[in-house]
């Protein structure tokens, strides 16, 4: 195989409990990780005779630092083998926004790769080499619902599906992952991700009183413009609305596509705004 195109799906968070400090400096948290499969970055691999990246956007780095050339190298490295590739990204989900687009990206280019290079990668392998990238890498190498344990890795797939329309708006602030972390305050306390659901659909009054991202505390406090979008989409009829992982997207889901597209135009040419309706 010449020639890999690849979309690399976005996510939200319904739900992020950080639960405890490791030991290791990481955290151990739960959450329910959803794809949204319609918000992609577009990924196309092609056989050269020298390795070459490129990106359509100066707002994430076009070297080493990106995750999808340390997904290269990494695979370079376990396997032994030269991998000369020819790799275009074209961006479309919002860098540090908590869609995970970084993440999404480096596990479409393991998943591509694997299989350009016939590296003979099983699942397995191929996310504990995600887990090596990032913390939500490994959710992206299926890119189905699940609940996400221990730093997110650790994953129970789930059957349920989202039918209502999901608006994502992001106002272009970036949120340092580390800087949330170090603000975070740990709440032990384990949700039950799988009583929300019922006949494989989301009961919304639960998640409605039910779920919380612990992070909207701090970036709330320091960024009072993002919780103004939250408030506003209740306002206007979200059925949930939430920050997704560490900022500073917030979504909502709305109970019809006409109210959902009445509040886009409400923050279009303003903010970053998606809606999400792959039915």
Do not use: W
Request: include cysteine; charged fraction near 25%; hydrophobic fraction near 40%.
């Amino acid at each position: 195989m010449k020639y890999i195109e690849i979309k690399a799906p976005a996510k939200i968070n319904i739900g992020l409990n950080i639960l405890e400090k490791r030991k290791d400096d990481f955290h151990n948290l739960s959450t329910l990780f959803y794809p949204i499969v319609d918000l992609y970055d577009l990924l196309t691999f092609e056989m050269s005779d020298q390795f070459d990246f490129k990106c359509n956007t100066t707002t994430v780095p076009n070297d080493d630092s990106n995750l999808v050339v340390k997904a290269k190298n990494l695979l370079e490295n376990i396997s032994g083998k030269k991998i000369n590739v020819k790799i275009i990204l074209e961006k479309n989900i919002p860098s540090q926004a908590g869609l995970g687009g970084g993440s999404s990206d480096a596990a479409a280019t393991l998943i591509s790769l694997n299989e350009m290079f016939q590296l003979g990668l099983d699942y397995k392998k191929l996310n504990e080499l995600a887990l090596q990238l990032g913390s939500d890498v490994p959710f992206f190498i299926k890119s189905k619902p699940a609940i996400g344990t221990s730093r997110g890795e650790i994953l129970e797939y789930v059957d349920f599906e989202i039918f209502e329309p999901i608006l994502i708006i992001n106002p272009g602030i970036n949120i340092s992952t580390k800087e949330a972390f170090q603000n975070i305050s740990v709440n032990n306390l384990n949700f039950d991700f799988h009583s929300l659901i019922e006949n494989e659909k989301l009961n919304y009054e639960l998640v409605r009183s039910r779920v919380k991202n612990d992070f909207e505390k701090f970036v709330f406090r320091k960024y009072p413009e993002i919780e103004n979008i939250k408030l506003k989409l209740y306002h206007d009829g979200a059925s949930f609305a939430l920050m997704s992982g560490s900022g500073s997207s917030i979504y909502g889901i709305f109970p019809d596509l006409k109210s959902a597209e009445t509040v886009k135009q409400y923050y279009h040419g303003n903010y970053f705004c998606f809606l999400s309706n792959p039915h």
